[in-house]
């Protein structure tokens, strides 16, 4: 573009072209740049030099950066710096800059195209505006000689002006659609009354509304009688042919409803003006006296409320009540016609052929100066007619009106040069953001440089880390002061080491036993904890070199086995009772024969006693002896039975009882004892 560039000053301040501003754009301050390939140039990056200040980091960036703002200045685009943006390292930052003269670049060159292309346009623009002022002077004088003249032969009874071109369209794309007509062929249909088809003709290239293209032109057939034939055309301007279904007659009608509609080239329907209107031809209106007898002919009726029939001087179509048709017979002299309708009738004069100069004779107008459709009837009436006919008609609807002027409206050219669009460009200065290591004095550390991009702070040996600053340019600083040097540690013999030891206690006199290594320094050490023994105490020794931390070990109590219980079965000094042995738990009082229980006694630990008395003996029954008459009784005395006997028996029944109890309380006091 370098070449071709050079010219953009000079068309900048031609026709059609403007100064543009290029906003934010930023170069590296004090940068000269060449063509691209050449040297490159430095750009500043923040660091730090000796003394904690700002230095430069060189970036290589490319020369033709400049070159292009220099071509941009010289075409009238001011660039202008928008600030800074940082990167974290070179590489991103020399990305970015060779993106900018890429864009740059490709904003230039489109600028000069549009620039080009202003300049054609406007050139453009200069004869499409001398064209129309000549068009006008035409129209102007055309509209003059119309009105002059309205009232001659040929021309329209009334000055109109022409806004619609639609004379042929022979390319145009014909589509038929038919909900319910009766398809003969591709362009021929049979339509019962109140049936329809629309023919829908695209591709035009002929046909303009106030110098506008139109896209799309759609007609609309409905029959008015009970069968209908339709051929249609495939030129829109050509229009249709039709006929009555029904035998040939003397007295027949064709009749279908006719509705035409235009799309402009943007597709949208159009809505016609009184300012700028359409005027449609109505030609060719034949009434053969032998084909029509008394019937009206080719006529058009019934014509839409926003279309109006203008005449044409001299012609002998007329508009009676809905009818629009000729009111004479035009077929020949003979029947009264002022030309004959064709060389065989009028071989000099004849009026009825698409060329013919009089041709306005069976011919008018109809202007439609609002809305967006016109429609009517297309009729072919005959009655008592000479002929036999199917009232054939090929009707051609289109804007070639029959007269000798019809003015066409020129469109003022619409302006196609543009001014060439602003470059909206943006650039900022480049800038690569850095770490630095110092002391407090803002001193670099030694050995620690400045590193490209935003980086953490970091262990210096020597040096204790402070807090890290940024810069207002986003550099990063970490601050550190320098540790305090240690004291030279003093040899052995110039110092008493304080010892520490860890001992289980009643170990202390084994240093093997020791619980930790002991610490030989100049303090002694805490005590701390040690897994599986218990702090008891810390005693220094007497000379005071050393401390010994006492522990005693952690131990676990043995959980202690549940006891076991037993039941015995004693008597009341507290012998085992014949038969029944010691039974292990806690067991039931048993009925034990011979023994009564007396009760059962729980000792501490929870052993059973039940104790029982041995039943007393029965006494024995005691037999008196049989006196013999011969023999004289013993000397003893006899004992004593029966009161006496209980007399003596119970005193002596009292010592024994007494004596056996103070024997039983004494035995129990000494088994109690022992217990």
């Known amino acids: ?6 010219k953009i000053k000079n068309r900048a301040t031609g026709a059609g072209a403007i100064l543009v501003t290029v906003l934010g754009v930023a170069l590296p301050s004090g940068a000269v740049f060449a063509e691209q390939g050449a040297t490159t140039a430095p750009v500043s990056v923040s660091g730090t030099n000796s003394a904690g200040n700002v230095s430069s980091t060189d970036i290589a960036l490319p020369k033709d950066f400049t070159e292009l703002i220099a071509k941009a200045k010289a075409a009238g685009v001011d660039i202008k710096p928008s600030g800074v943006k940082t990167f974290e390292s070179k ?94 062929d591709d362009f021929t249909y049979n339509l019962s009354k109140g049936q329809s088809l629309t023919a829908t003709y695209e591709n035009l290239t002929n046909t303009t509304y106030r110098g506008d293209k139109v896209s799309k032109v759609v007609y609309t057939y ?55 209107p359409a005027v449609f031809s109505l030609n060719s209106l034949n009434r053969s006296k032998a084909q029509v007898g008394t019937g009206h002919g080719e006529s058009v009726v019934n014509l839409s409320k926003n279309a109006r029939f203008v005449p044409i001087s001299g012609s002998e ?5 809905d009818w629009i048709s000729s009111a004479v017979y035009n ?148 601050i550190y002061k320098k540790t305090p040097e240690a004291k030279p540690t003093p040899k052995v013999d110039d110092v008493d080491k304080k010892k520490t030891r860890w001992v289980e206690e009643g170990k202390e006199g084994n240093p093997k036993d020791d619980l930790k290594t002991p610490f030989e320094g100049d303090n002694f050490q805490p005590n701390g904890e040690i897994t599986g023994y218990t702090f008891v105490k810390s005693q220094p020794s007497p000379d005071g070199k050393e401390m010994i931390h006492y522990f005693k070990r952690v131990t676990t109590p043995t959980p202690e086995a549940p006891k076991k219980t037993t039941t015995k079965y004693v008597d009341e000094g507290g012998n085992p009772i014949p038969g029944y042995p010691t039974k292990d738990g806690e067991q039931p ?87």
């Open 1 to 6: 573009m370098s070449k071709n560039f050079d």
């Open 91 to 184: 590489a991103e930052a020399e990305k970015y800059v060779a993106d900018k003269v890429t864009e740059l670049r490709g904003k230039l060159d489109q600028y000069q195209k549009d620039v080009e292309a202003s300049k054609a346009n406007s050139e453009k623009d200069k004869k499409a505006q001398e064209d129309y002022k000549k068009a006008l002077e035409d129209y102007n004088k055309k509209v003059a000689d119309a009105e002059k003249n309205k009232t001659k032969d040929g021309y329209l009874s009334e000055a109109l002006t022409q806004s619609l071109i639609f004379e042929s369209e022979p390319n145009a794309k014909l589509t038929i659609t038919s909900k319910d007509g009766q398809k003969v």
């Open 222 to 276: 409905t029959a008015n009688d009970a069968s209908d034939n339709l051929v249609i055309s495939k030129d829109p301007t050509i229009t249709v042919h039709l006929k009555n279904n029904a035998a040939a007659s003397n007295t027949i009608t064709s009749n279908v409803h006719f509705k035409a509609q235009f799309y402009d080239s943007k597709g949208k329907l159009i809505t016609f003006t009184d300012k700028d």
């Open 317 to 321: 179509v007329k508009k009676s009540g």
């Open 331 to 478: 077929d020949s002299k003979e029947n009264g016609s002022r030309f004959g309708a064709n060389p065989s009738l009028d071989k000099d004069g004849y009026w009825d052929g698409p060329d013919r100069p009089n041709r306005w004779y069976g011919a008018g107008a109809a202007i439609l100066a609002s809305g967006d459709t016109i429609e009517f009837d297309i009729v072919n009436e005959s009655k008592d007619a000479q002929a036999k006919t199917q009232g054939e008609y090929w009707f051609a609807f289109n804007s070639k009106v029959a007269v000798a002027n019809l003015p066409v409206k020129p469109t003022e050219p619409v302006k196609t040069a543009q001014d060439p669009k602003p470059i909206d460009f943006k650039y900022e200065t480049p800038k690569v953001l850095s770490t630095s290591y110092v002391d407090e004095g803002g001193n670099p550390i030694p050995g620690n440089p400045t590193e490209e991009g935003t980086k953490p702070k970091k262990d210096i040996p020597g040096w204790t880390f402070v807090k890290t600053e940024k810069d207002k340019d986003g550099n990063t600083r970490h």
């Open 589 to 675: 009082k048993e009925d034990i024969p011979g023994w009564t229980f007396v009760r059962t006694d729980k000792d501490k630990d929870g052993n059973v006693t039940h104790v029982y008395k041995k039943n007393p003996e029965a006494p024995a029954k005691t037999e008196t002896p049989t006196k013999t008459p011969d023999k004289k009784p013993d000397v003893k005395k006899p004992v004593q039975t029966g009161v006496n006997a209980g007399k003596f028996a119970a005193p002596m029944l009292g010592v024994g009882a007494g004596s056996a109890v103070l024997g039983f309380a004494k035995l129990v006091s000494k088994h109690k004892n022992k217990d």
